[in-house]
């Protein structure tokens, strides 16, 4: 998919260079975060966990995707690739009876994420693991949604993951995966042809009802791939 350098950061991050200091090295500084955000790591990978945080973009395709997956009071949500915990907080104010499980293998963002929600892991009601999509075995639970934002493009042979996460999802569950590229370059069309691959790749992971979802955004548009588990499926 795409591994190029991240506008958005580099955007922002411009905008905070004075014009007449040492462009090179600040530009070098930024390529360090924008390095990150595969596997976030060491001081520069909890630099990126805080611009993933405060990012306005972020909160925009988080906000849009949780409202795509209609989470209700008693559901129970896996997240893969978490960074620093922000949705999972955002899901946690309304799985009140619920649960809600997140993997990542970046073991400085399984921290921030910690921090972020540790009263709710105190209560029982979110549970934070280290570890990659690659080793869903983690997990025993039937999950009523599982998604996952920005991270499928850092994985292997998306279509088993995916029909790994199938597995994990009670029959009439839903799956939604988004994804805003933003590498140079990277345009609504980009954007669009990312959304269908991701849609085929739902359905050759056996998932029914896949759909694409487009949110129209700066400077480029998120999509959203959803799926259901028909209830026909024996998970196998
Ligand atoms: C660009 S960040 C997105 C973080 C967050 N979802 C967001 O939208 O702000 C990608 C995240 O996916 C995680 N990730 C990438 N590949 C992964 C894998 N194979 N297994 C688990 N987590 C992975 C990274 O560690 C990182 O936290």
Redesign the pocket.
């Known amino acids: 998919m795409f591994e190029g350098p991240?506008t958005e950061i580099i955007e922002s991050m411009q905008a905070v260079i004075t014009p007449n200091k040492d462009k090179e090295a600040a530009m070098r500084l930024i390529q360090s975060i924008v390095s990150q955000?595969?596997?976030?790591r060491g001081f520069w990978g909890s630099v990126?966990?805080l611009v993933?945080?405060y990012?306005p973009s972020?909160k925009e395709?988080?906000r849009w995707t949780i409202s795509l997956l209609g989470i209700r009071k008693n559901d129970r949500v896996l997240?893969?690739?978490?960074?620093?915990g922000?949705?999972i907080e955002e899901i946690g104010k309304i799985t009140t009876v619920g649960f809600i499980a997140g993997?990542?293998?970046?073991e400085v963002?399984v921290r921030q994420a910690r921090k972020r929600n540790a009263k709710t892991i105190r209560e029982g009601r979110v549970d934070i693991k280290l570890?990659?999509?690659?080793?869903l075995h983690e997990f025993d639970e039937d999950f009523d949604k599982i998604f996952?934002?920005?991270?499928i493009q850092?994985?292997?042979d998306p279509i088993q993951?995916l029909k790994e996460l199938r597995r994990l999802l009670k029959p009439g569950g839903l799956i939604a995966i988004?994804l805003q590229p933003r590498n140079r370059g990277a345009t609504d069309e980009t954007a669009c042809e990312l959304g269908k691959k991701i849609v085929a790749d739902l359905e050759g992971a056996g998932f029914s009802q896949a759909r694409l979802e487009i949110k129209k955004m700066k400077p480029v548009s998120s999509i959203c791939a959803l799926g259901i588990k028909s209830n026909s499926d024996t998970g196998l």
């Open positions: 991240c955000f595969g596997c976030p990126a966990g993933m945080t990012n972020n395709r988080m997240e893969i690739g978490f960074g620093p922000v949705a993997i990542d293998h970046s963002m570890g990659s999509v690659s080793s996952s934002i920005n991270s850092f994985w292997d993951r988004t």
